[in-house]
């Protein structure tokens, strides 16, 4: 008896004393690949707030909302003609220089959204509407990271697309973002 009394009281120190096992690298790495819910409604509220920026032609907004290291890659595509592409920082958009000019003003629809951690990608087709009047459409490509707890534009691409707004406009024009 005092032979299996005591087999029992090592085998509950061996359990005691063996160490839990370390959490693996994905418990630290939230929700499935590209899914996170609560936060792809942030990112479309910062990409809300960015465009509402842009259409008030509201420079220091803009420079809050986005990083100043970031790149901008603009793709003009015109019938008939090689794509151009034009890169310029982001700090290029909030200079002071570009104060004024005709109103403007920049909506999306259809978001796709991913994210992953402190990164985030929203692309959407957008129209684009100088001093009233429809100037083109196109794509829009944000990349965004977390800072600070706010989600803010890292990094912008888009096309520039005269003739392509009926071809990218939604059926449901009650999709449209930002609201109004």
Avoid at 46 to 53: E, G, H, V
Avoid at 69 to 91: F, H, Q, S, W
């Amino acid at each position: 008896m005092h032979r299996s009394a005591l087999a029992v009281a090592m085998s509950f120190l061996l359990v005691a004393c063996t160490p839990a096992p370390a959490p693996s690298a994905a418990a630290s790495v939230p929700g499935p690949a590209g899914h996170e819910p609560g936060e792809e409604a942030a990112v479309l509220a910062a990409t809300d707030q960015f465009m509402k920026a842009i259409s008030a032609n509201d420079l220091a907004g803009m420079a809050a909302l986005q990083t100043p290291d970031g790149m901008t890659y603009v793709a003009l595509l015109e019938d008939g003609k090689a794509p151009e592409i034009v890169g310029r920082p982001n700090a290029y958009w909030v200079d002071s220089s570009r104060a004024g000019g005709p109103p403007m003003r920049e909506r999306y629809w259809s978001p796709t959204v991913l994210v992953r951690g402190p990164m985030a990608m929203v692309w959407a087709p957008y129209e684009f509407r100088d001093d009233g009047q429809v100037s083109h459409c196109g794509v829009d490509m944000f990349s965004f990271i977390k800072r600070d707890g706010a989600w803010r534009v890292a990094n912008m691409m888009w096309t520039v697309e005269p003739k392509a707004c009926a071809q990218l406009m939604p059926a449901d024009t009650a999709a449209i973002r930002p609201a109004d």
